[in-house]
């Protein structure tokens, strides 16, 4: 349990100091010197690495090793209620649904952070618009 912990922790560690710090002091179309982007590389690197392979994997080994989660152990859920689906299920199905999870879980922090770094810098669009007496926007046409 600690070393999935401590995967997790030093994951986000290792992904939130640099992100949170150049999120804010990088201007946008600032150009890269050579040595910055293959530091940058690296440490993306590192990161699909970290959350893409030992994360999940340290995932698996508790769940195997420590917990014990084998396919001749039934899992019946709470109250006994999948014993009324129409399939088995067993601990070791459960352990790999939720080795699944864990993947889409980075797959979407992922796709969000791509995305937050590439709008960084953008204004946000004027609320402020011309009304008329009424309360009905003014548009030149």
């Not at 910055?36 to 590389?41: G, H, R, T």
């Not at 006994?80 to 199905?93: A, S």
């Amino acid at each position: 349990m600690a070393a999935l912990v401590s995967s997790i922790v030093l994951g986000v560690v290792v992904l939130g100091v640099p992100f949170g710090y150049f999120y804010k002091k990088r201007p946008v179309g600032a150009p890269l010197s050579w040595g910055q982007a293959m530091v940058a590389a690296t440490w993306a690197f590192f990161l699909m690495f970290w959350f893409y392979g030992v994360v999940p994997h340290q995932w698996l080994l508790l769940a195997d090793n420590e917990w014990a989660w084998r396919p001749d152990r039934a899992w019946n859920g709470p109250a006994d209620i999948l014993t009324k689906l129409p399939f088995d299920m067993n601990y070791l199905i459960a352990r790999d649904l939720i080795a699944v999870v864990i993947y889409l879980v980075i797959i979407g922090a992922n796709v969000a952070l791509f995305s937050k770094w590439q709008a960084r810098g953008k204004d946000k669009p004027s609320t402020d618009v011309v009304r008329s007496s009424y309360g009905r926007p003014l548009v030149k046409g």
